[in-house]
């Protein structure tokens, strides 16, 4: 069983930048994939990006390429989301899982609650 925590959210004026990070108890996550997904009110939830068990493959939404950036510590157990250049539609609860690298909820088998972003215009 693998627990996910993450931290890192809070209020941002638009143009700046916050780093979320995700980190696993319970087992390593060494040998997962990771994914980060988002929740707006009101909307379904969003992919995000994705990165495989070892860093070399990482997988963006449209939108936030060139402004997120995933990586994972193998280390510290821990997932991170670089968010830089952050807008007000990025507002949401971020949520991260394990256990793949694709686009779709449904494949990924353990959630974190979630951290909460806000982006002031």
């Known amino acids: 069983q693998v627990q996910l925590v993450e931290s890192g959210g809070g209020l941002v004026q638009a143009g700046g930048s916050l780093r979320l990070s995700c980190a696993a108890s319970g087992q390593t996550i060494s040998t997962y994939s990771m994914g980060w997904f988002r929740q707006a009110p009101g909307k379904e939830r969003e992919f995000v990006a994705a990165?495989?068990?070892?860093?070399?493959?990482?997988n963006y939404a449209d939108s936030m390429k060139g402004r997120f950036t995933i990586s994972r510590a193998g280390a510290t157990n821990t997932v991170y989301l670089q968010m830089n250049s952050l807008k007000p539609e990025d507002t949401a609860v971020y949520s991260c899982?394990?256990?793949?690298?694709?686009?779709?909820?449904?494949?990924?088998?353990?959630w974190g609650q979630g951290t909460q972003v806000t982006v002031s215009s």
């Open positions: 899982a394990a256990g793949a690298v694709t686009r779709w909820a449904s494949d990924y088998v353990y």
């Open positions: 990165i495989n068990w070892n860093g070399g493959y990482s």
